[in-house]
């Protein structure tokens, strides 16, 4: 079964750095033609993709995000991380980490998903 | 980017109800890189349809998914309690991978 799980500040201070990590279990992270994705949502709207990752580790970004978004993973503890810089009101929301499948150039289905973490940018 | 729309934008239906909810892009979309979503409150998206037509794993033969034209369709064709939640559609045809704002299904 596979599972993932996320981690991280759920309080940011405006103009601060985001940085949430999500742990894997069931599956590795470096095999299988697999993205590993960290989306978020607000209320009453749909997910919003952020960036993903490959198991060889190629990184795809939403443009939307530009240069504020980075996404790495750390092997050795089966974790992908999220790091958003220069937080605002806007970046309040629910993050949800997921493993995509059957994609290609990073673009993908999500077929496992946390649970989600509430992160709220405020002084 | 690509912009999905999802009609209605609520659905108010009974239990045993049959209910069809659609998602038409801003561009065109290979049938091959639609997905659709449930949500409940509180829980993360649950993936139910994959490559427009094919349902992910364990997930009830009740759901369908389709395509008439450009309008790509979830079809649910007897409401059980447990599906009434919203439900998203996904493209993954072009980056960024977008989804719909929703389609509602409430209790009537």
């Known amino acids: 079964q596979v599972r993932l799980q996320e981690s991280g500040p759920g309080l940011v201070k405006p103009w601060e750095t985001l940085s949430l990590t999500c742990t894997v279990s069931g599956a590795s992270i470096n095999s299988g033609s697999y993205y590993w994705n960290w989306f978020r949502q607000t209320p009453g709207k749909g997910p919003e993709w952020i960036a993903n990752?490959?198991?060889?580790?190629?990184?795809f970004r939403n443009p939307s995000l530009g240069s504020r978004v980075s996404i790495s993973m750390d092997t050795s503890d089966n974790q992908f991380s999220l790091t958003l810089t220069s937080v605002t009101d806007a970046d309040t929301a629910v993050y949800y980490c997921?493993?995509?499948?059957?994609?290609?150039?990073?673009?993908?289905?999500?077929?496992?998903w946390g649970q989600g973490a509430l992160v709220t940018v405020s002084s | 980017e690509i912009v999905l729309t999802q009609s209605p934008g609520t659905l108010s239906l009974s239990p045993g109800d049959r209910a069809t909810l659609s998602c038409t892009a801003s561009e065109s979309v290979s049938s091959r890189y639609i997905a659709w979503y449930q949500q409940k409150p509180g829980q993360a998206p649950r993936p139910l349809i994959y490559?427009?037509?094919s349902r992910a794993s364990g997930v009830p033969d009740r759901f369908s998914g389709g395509v008439s034209g450009t309008v790509f369709t979830l079809t649910i064709s007897r409401l059980e309690p447990e599906d009434f939640a919203v439900y998203y559609c996904q493209q993954y045809h072009d980056s960024p991978q977008t989804f719909g704002p929703g389609t509602k299904v409430g209790i009537k």
């Open positions: 990752l490959d198991y060889s580790g190629n990184t």
């Open positions: 490559g427009a037509f």
């Open positions: 997921a493993r995509g499948t059957s994609g290609w150039y990073g673009k993908s289905w999500s077929d496992y």
